[in-house]
């Protein structure tokens, strides 16, 4: 691949998703949200997109109850899209899941321990962090889970370390959801920082939100089924059925790139189909600031037709 800009492909991409709610029996949440359509979708926008996706980590909340039909479906829905895409799935636990009905259904061994594990993706771990509190909706995070962790990074790994876990390390926006935020964050972040975590996952909030935390970036993905609008009236709650949502996670040698990608159907008013680029990649750098970055060029001076984007043959001669 020919680098048309400053900065070489990732070293590894990812796909993070969150907050799928699915519940037994293909019911639908508050009876009249379908929660399984818009994560198919997400996975179909991700097989098509032909990125090297090497793997899907879903931070929390992946059964409304914790019922095991429900995770059965999500592994009936997930399992294929990620063989064809050829990804590894990295299971989060959130607190609409329960430990025992989640360990059972996405691994098949019970079990009431917290569900930390790690996963290696090439020489980039992705360390898999249960932050749930059962019977509570609130994280917390063990004493021997924190010792745990600051064992596991003692060792760097070759490409970095990203810690997925469902209740993000920040403030909230929306008020009322302080209530059920991640408690004692300092002592996670005595733990992480200064080590090879590059990167932190998360969700629960239902919005794409970013943020720093102990000098690491934090990425909270929005959720599948349904989100909460930020821009609300300060003190209330308001989940909307719309702009769910998706991340890619882009982890090059000395940053991290995060890009929400909308897992609503859209309509295609503008754009290039990937011939372009193929064009573009066979122009030296001052050609292609000519054909594509001057405004005077004709990618920028055509006229936009309702129909679609300009012709390519018209733009690369």
């Not at 020919?2 to 037994?24: E, K, M, N, W």
């Not at 989060?92 to 079990?111: C, I, Q, T, W």
């Not at 890009?259 to 750098?285: I, K, Y």
Request: proline share 7%; hydrophobic share 40%; with cysteine.
């Amino acid at each position: 691949m020919v680098q048309l800009g400053q900065f070489p492909p990732a070293r590894h991409v990812i796909a993070h998703i969150s907050d799928t709610h699915l519940l037994g029996g293909g019911r639908r949440l508050y009876g009249t949200v379908d929660t399984d359509p818009p994560l198919v979708h997400a996975l179909e926008l991700l097989g098509r997109s032909n990125l090297p996706i090497e793997a899907l980590v879903f931070t929390g909340d992946l059964a409304d109850l914790a019922e095991p039909d429900a995770y059965a479906r999500l592994k009936s829905i997930v399992e294929p899209a990620a063989e064809k895409i050829g990804a590894q799935i990295v299971w989060v636990m959130g607190n609409h899941d329960e430990r025992p009905a989640y360990s059972k259904g996405l691994f098949d061994h019970e079990s009431t321990e917290p569900q930390d594990r790690v996963e290696m993706i090439g020489g980039l771990r992705i360390i898999s962090l249960d932050s749930t509190v059962p019977g509570h909706h609130h994280g917390d995070l063990l004493d021997t889970q924190l010792e745990w962790l600051r064992q596991v990074l003692a060792e760097p790994a070759a490409d970095g370390t990203l810690l997925a876990l469902h209740h993000p390390p920040l403030p909230s926006p929306v008020e009322i959801m302080a209530i059920l935020e991640l408690q004692g964050m300092h002592r996670l972040a005595d733990v992480i920082r200064g080590t090879d975590v590059c990167g932190i996952l998360a969700g629960h909030l239902h919005h794409a939100m970013s943020g720093m935390f102990a000098g690491i970036p934090v990425s909270v993905a929005a959720a599948t089924c349904y989100t909460i609008d930020p821009s609300a009236p300060v003190g209330s709650l308001l989940g909307v059925d719309g702009a769910q949502s998706i991340n890619l996670v882009h982890v090059y040698d000395d940053q991290i790139l995060h890009s929400v990608v909308p897992v609503n159907e859209t309509r295609a008013v503008s754009g290039f189909p990937d011939s372009v680029l193929e064009r573009l990649a066979q122009l030296t750098h001052e050609e292609r600031i000519a054909a594509f970055s001057n405004k005077r060029s004709t990618f920028n001076l055509a006229e936009v037709e309702s129909s679609g984007a300009p012709e390519v043959e018209h733009t690369l001669e």
